[in-house]
């Protein structure tokens, strides 16, 4: 099908702000009066507090107000930005400042003065004694016998969710060949560019507070901050400026129930803004899980069971943690078919920062852990790993066990093809270790991961999203909408599907960049690469309605029955009876007009607050080619073929541009990046970007994005979606190439260079 | 971070008599990539900084017969453009290219990567594999001293109160020799070095025999060291594999690197007898 907007690679509406650094942060803000807010935070992993002083701070010219526990409601809380659903398991765990500490970093009180140098004065002079407890930094510990209590969980395991299908021990008993392997994948940051955790609360004299903050949630946070602070939704507006990139940090509260706490105490603003390490040290990172996959299988690659234990390190508190546990299920069960399967997820608590959403939610640790061993397997039985893929995955047309819906188009034969080809599988992989330059000491191999992932959560939670289009005296179009682009592009994706629907050049659409809870209707925000497949499907549909607001108007014009215009290019056409008249159009803006000001009297508009009717999965088979240094340790990724089936692309270089970034995030979980603890104190080894080591543009290999557009029905000019899918394949990918390099099965992330070095000098005692 | 006092001398002399005269509690600034991290952090207990950025004269490139005089503000993003540097001493300019980022090369100065005396310092440690003499000024007048004399620890030099190294020196390298800058880190760049190398080696006429060989490596110590012993065993011998791997040996045996964030002391061992062994033969340049 052709489109006149969608599938252009039109340039982002807020390319020219952000470019040139006129755009304005949250952090960027400021308003008369405005106070500074910083929070003091605990030294120690896990420590009862026995008495705090305040007084000194307080009496420090320029402190406004100094807050502990003591101020703060006495309500349990839970910061993930769940919405209430039937898939939400939210325990909650949590005060805006704690009476114990849990982490290191933990919020204990929290300042507001006149300027930042007096907030940090007033937090060194806060004297807290503590009683230290001992630190449970990893699951093993917390789990142990007689373990001490970070919250009232036994054993601190505060979730399990099973799963059962078929019979695993008859799927086990049925096999020629059962594999078993256990899995460990490190707690990672997202390291948006804006450090997560800026917001700033005004409270005003009617009793309500604006919370301009940097999220990828406005709605929700709102409920959330307002349940916290035990205040009604309504008396909150969130405002989200521009947001330099979340990858999940901001799915849900980070700091804004604390500025709010200590604006309204004090009666004026409070800006409240995390430095890096206070990004590092407080804010939500991805799980580390320890995964124990077991996997029964016929000579001729026929699955015949599949096993999943896991235990997820939530950290301190379990915001997201038991709720992931459903996706983390669900990932396992969907991507490969088998009659019988079980899965056991624990969630566990640790003294580490609490884990919450980051890009994938679950899926890149369960694909690291399931891809390695398909590897393995397709070894053992001699079947070429492409071909066992092609052979269990799930395809169109069958039920997709994360979604219990059939899947409505699959793309994924098109990526291994074209992928491969890219490659060039064949003729490199029959090349296993093949030795290159530098006196021998480097192996190259080339290795693949597939995955699968969602448009939205459907049906495990409602994936709501409300437009409003109204088409303005001139023909131009504003599109209101709680536009939560936090720098992907989605609020361009849907400006383009507004401009397809409605006929109206792009430039003509204005979507509104700021989102904002008084202005545009409900929206469950970005999540689960849902902006353009969800959100898409509303702004198509108020879009058309408003189109069929505006044929009508035209056929009375017209004098045209409806069934016979169209709307291209800012302009209704009648079509031809015959060839030989002028063909007869009327403007939009002409019709507009009229609506405004002629006989009608009214504005056309069209609104919907909806769901979309689906949940399509993507599809996607990454290929690695790297060189392994067997004499440092060193892997180099070389080349990457990123072949992705995203449905139709709205416009492809976002959608590529969400891919390359995301491939930026999954080498470094592959190779570098890595949260260090000090496992007896629990004190972070690496909060800052000169030790936690994500990596730089000349570190980047070269990258080939190949689209694949197995357009789906449901979904806006048949897009699926991008956002999450690009890092999720790509560390198996990786572990499976340097496998393929030099033999070596690397069951723990990340693979860096000590740890390399050491496989290799065991493999050859 | 409380007020603290702040002077922007302009010239070397009033330079020196402010930081002779507040003694240790002040601090001299020069690109402020190490010293504004650490004050930012709380690190520090300084009553004052002293802002070198006046002072022009300590700033750019003098030639002198064999001899090139680098002042000690010039900033490490000059290195990487002069032509000259690049032709004679291109392990300076690697080493210059390896250092942070743009930013930061846009700031740091070769004196600051002196003075700051981190093991792992880049710049600095070509500069010990060159031989450089620095020129010193304080306030009884000015001395010299050579590069192998200037460290006492990490974070530590010869440096008394009121004394600012002005100019760093460096002979052209023998004819036909070679110098070489390997580092080794998880990145490409915006790294410290895990272990970083610099060698030279000069060939004798006939070029079969080693004539002179010089090796500087860093991060495997309390400072950064030339190792004689692996240096020696190369003099007057033939170029081959197994001497440089020889070398390597006694480079490894003479090290005594730590366990940290960044890596392991094992590690760090095994990485600088690779490095050491990959710079000699990159070094060396034609096949073994």
């Known amino acids: ?765 | 971070m409380s007020d603290i006092n702040y002077w922007e001398p302009e010239n070397l002399t009033d330079a020196v008599s402010i930081l002779a005269d507040r003694a240790d509690q002040v601090r001299a600034l020069a690109g402020g990539t190490d010293l504004l991290v650490k004050m930012k952090k709380g690190l520090t207990n300084w009553k004052g900084i002293v802002n070198l950025k006046g002072l022009t004269e300590l700033k750019g490139f003098i030639y002198e017969g064999q001899t090139i005089s680098i002042g000690a503000l010039t900033q490490i993003s000059a290195l990487i453009d002069n032509p000259l540097l690049s032709l004679h001493f291109p392990a300076l300019v690697d080493a210059a290219r390896s250092l942070g980022t743009p930013q930061v090369r846009n700031l740091a100065t070769v004196g600051g990567n002196l003075c700051n005396a981190s093991p792992a310092a880049d710049v600095a440690l070509v500069l010990l594999m060159y031989e450089a003499r620095l020129l010193i000024m304080g306030p009884n007048g000015s001395r010299q001293v050579s590069i192998q004399e200037f460290y006492v620890g990490p974070g530590q030099t010869v440096l008394q109160q009121g004394e600012i190294l002005t100019a760093i020196e460096i002979d052209l390298p023998p004819l036909n020799s070679k110098g070489v800058f390997f580092k080794h880190g998880k990145r490409k760049s915006h790294e410290i070095a895990l272990v970083n190398v610099a060698v030279l080696l000069t060939p004798h006429p006939g070029r079969k025999q080693i004539a002179q060989a010089r090796i500087a490596v860093g991060s495997v110590a309390s400072t950064q060291l030339r190792i004689k012993d692996a240096e020696d065993s190369l003099t007057n011998s033939l170029a081959t594999l197994s001497a440089f791997e020889q070398a390597a040996e006694l480079v490894k045996e003479a090290v005594n690197p730590i366990d940290d964030v960044r890596s392991t002391a094992s590690y760090r061992k095994q990485m600088v007898g690779v490095l050491t062994r990959r710079a000699l033969v990159e070094a060396w340049g034609e096949e073994l």
């Open chain 1, 1 to 765: 099908m052709s489109y006149s907007v969608v599938g252009q690679s039109v340039p982002r509406v807020d390319a020219r702000e952000k470019v040139s650094g006129s755009a304005l942060y949250t952090g960027d803000m400021m308003l008369p009066h405005m106070l500074i807010g910083k929070v003091l935070r605990s030294p120690f992993a896990h420590a009862k507090i026995i008495s705090i002083d305040t007084s000194k701070a307080k009496e420090l010219p320029g402190v406004k107000v100094v807050l502990t526990y003591e101020d703060t409601p006495k309500i349990l809380w839970n910061s993930a930005g769940f919405p209430p659903s039937p898939g939400a398991i939210l325990v909650e765990d949590q005060y805006i400042l704690t009476n114990k500490a849990r982490y290191v970093g933990d919020g204990i009180a929290a300042v507001a003065a006149v300027d930042e140098a007096t907030a940090v004065q007033a937090l060194e002079l806060i004297e807290v004694e503590y009683e230290v407890l001992p630190a449970l930094m990893n699951i093993e510990r917390a789990m142990s016998d007689g373990a001490v209590l970070i919250h009232e969980a036994e054993k601190n395991i505060y979730g399990h969710t099973p799963v059962v299908i078929g019979d695993i021990d008859a799927g086990f008993a049925d096999a020629d060949f059962v594999f078993e392997d256990t899995y460990y994948v490190p707690k990672v940051n997202q390291v948006s560019l804006e450090p997560c955790g800026v917001s700033m609360a005004a409270p005003d004299k009617d009793g309500r507070i604006t919370i301009w903050t940097s999220t990828q949630m406005p709605h929700l946070v709102r409920s959330i901050t307002a349940h916290a602070l035990g205040l009604k939704t309504g008396q909150i507006r969130i405002i989200k400026p521009p947001v330099g990139g979340a990858f999940g940090s901001r799915l849900g509260v980070v700091n804004e129930p604390i500025a709010a706490l200590l604006a309204m105490k004090v009666g004026q603003p409070v800006m409240l803004k995390y430095t890096r390490e206070e990004a590092f040290l407080a804010t939500e990172s991805r799980h580390p899980i320890t995964m124990t996959i077991k996997t029964g299988v016929k000579k001729d690659g026929t699955f015949t069971a599949r096993q999943l234990t896991s235990y997820i390190d939530g950290g301190a508190y379990a915001t997201h943690t038991p709720s992931l546990a459903g996706p983390v299920a669900g990932w396992f069960l969907a991507m490969y078919k088998s009659p019988n399967i079980k899965v056991d997820n624990y969630s566990v608590y640790t003294n580490s920062t609490q884990c919450g959403a980051f890009r994938g939610y679950g899926n890149p640790q369960v694909v690291f852990a399931v891809e390695s061993q398909i590897d393995d397997i397709a070894e053992r039985l001699g079947i070429d790993p492409l071909e066992l893929r092609l052979k269990n995955h799930p395809c169109a047309g069958e039920v997709w066990l994360w979604s219990g819906w059939v899947i409505e188009s699959c793309g994924f034969e098109e990526c291994i093809a074209s992928g491969a080809k890219a490659i060039e599988w064949t003729k490199k992989r029959s090349k296993i270790g093949n030795e290159s330059s530098h006196q021998g000491s480097k192996k190259r191999g080339v290795g693949m991961g597939y995955m699968m992932h969602v448009s939205g959560a459907r049906p495990m939670l409602h994936e709501t999203s409300a437009a409003m289009i109204k088409i303005n005296e001139d023909g131009t179009a504003n599109l209101i909408y709680s536009n939560s682009d936090c720098g992907q592009g989605a609020g361009t994706s849907l400006s383009q599907i507004a401009a397809e629907e409605l006929g109206i050049p792009f430039e003509d659409v204005m979507i509104t960049k700021t989102a904002d809870t008084d202005v545009a209707g409900f929206d469950i925000g970005s999540h689960a690469s849902r902006q353009t497949y969800s959100g898409g499907n509303s702004v198509k549909n108020a879009a058309a309605k408003a189109k069929q607001k505006i044929l009508e108007m035209a056929a009375e014009m017209m004098e045209t029955p409806v069934s016979e215009l169209v709307v291209k290019g800012g302009r209704v056409w009648a079509s031809n009876k015959s060839s030989e008249e002028p063909a007869k159009s009327v403007s939009i803006a002409e019709i507009s007009h009229r609506a405004h000001f002629g006989s009608h009297g009214n504005q056309i508009i069209g609104v919907v607050s909806e769901e979309p009717p689906g949940n399509p999965p993507v599809y996607a088979a990454q290929f690695v080619e790297v060189e392994v240094d067997t004499e440092t340790g060193i892997v180099e990724v070389l080349r990457v073929v990123a072949a992705h089936d995203v449905g139709t692309a709205i416009n492809p270089a976002i959608v590529e541009g969400q891919i390359e970034g995301a491939i930026q995030q999954g080498i470094g979980y592959a190779l570098t990046e890595e949260y260090c603890y000090d496992q007896e104190s629990g004190k972070p080894l690496n909060p800052n970007l000169s030790d936690y080591k994500i990596l730089t543009s000349v570190d980047m290999p070269q990258i080939e994005t190949i689209l694949v557009e197995a357009a789906c029905d449901t979904g806006p000019f048949g897009a699926k979606s991008v956002g999450e899918s690009g890092l999720v394949a790509t560390a198996a990918a990786i572990a499976n190439a340097v496998y393929n390099a030099i033999g070596i099965r690397f069951k723990e992330l990340p693979m860096t260079p000590e740890r390399v070095l050491a496989a290799l000098q065991n493999k050859n005692k």
